[in-house]
């Protein structure tokens, strides 16, 4: 009995595990969806960058509208107010007049600045990699190109982005604390 009982249970098992997953990865394509068909969106981000010999924390302001984005420095203080836009379609940021320069923190030019846009591209057009539950929260691992991975932790109720992590070069480089998320 107990012979024919293991098979059937781990069969069960298999099944309700690809359930959960499932219906984890269409909640993420709701979300997903959601994000690119949106005309408006902002949020405040508390952003740790991790460069080889130093931390940086920055809390930046994002809004987007059908133009692009804009991000402005909320702290430090010595630079608040500095703002960089991007354009739809471009991975480049546009600094008013201004040059700051953070540094690269990997072999592909990512910044603390940069990091916001990078993160939300691969929100909207990153593949997923894996789903699990952590701490009440659903994580989603992103891949959107061949250099970044993208850990996202989202409220389980809304599907609100709360936090994520942006890995290069095999470690995590920056880490993002998301609030005031508005969309639309």
């Not at 068909?37 to 010999?53: C, D, I, M, N, W």
């Not at 593949?127 to 539950?133: A, G, K």
Request: hydrophobic share 40%; aromatic share 8%; glycine share 8%.
């Amino acid at each position: 009995m107990k012979r024919f009982l293991l098979p059937v249970l781990l069969c069960i098992t298999l099944f309700l595990s690809s359930c959960g997953k499932s219906r984890g990865e269409g909640d993420y394509r709701a979300f997903a969806e959601r994000l690119n068909a949106l005309g408006a969106l902002s949020f405040t981000a508390q952003v740790r960058a991790e460069y080889e010999h130093k931390t940086a924390r920055f809390t930046l302001a994002y809004e987007e509208d059908g133009e692009g984005g804009r991000i402005t420095v909320v702290a430090p203080e010595l630079i608040r107010g500095v703002s960089a836009r991007v354009r739809p379609g471009s991975a480049t940021l546009e600094y008013d007049s201004v040059v700051l320069d953070t540094g690269s923190l990997d072999s592909f030019g990512l910044s603390p600045l940069s990091s916001l846009p990078a993160m939300l591209r691969a929100m909207r057009d990153g593949s997923v990699d894996s789903i699990w539950e952590e701490d009440g929260k659903r994580v989603v691992q992103l891949i959107p190109d061949d250099g970044l991975k993208c850990s996202v932790w989202f409220d389980k109720a809304d599907m609100r982005p709360l936090r994520a992590e942006l890995i290069t070069d095999g470690r995590v480089t920056v880490y993002v604390e998301l609030s005031d998320w508005t969309e639309g």
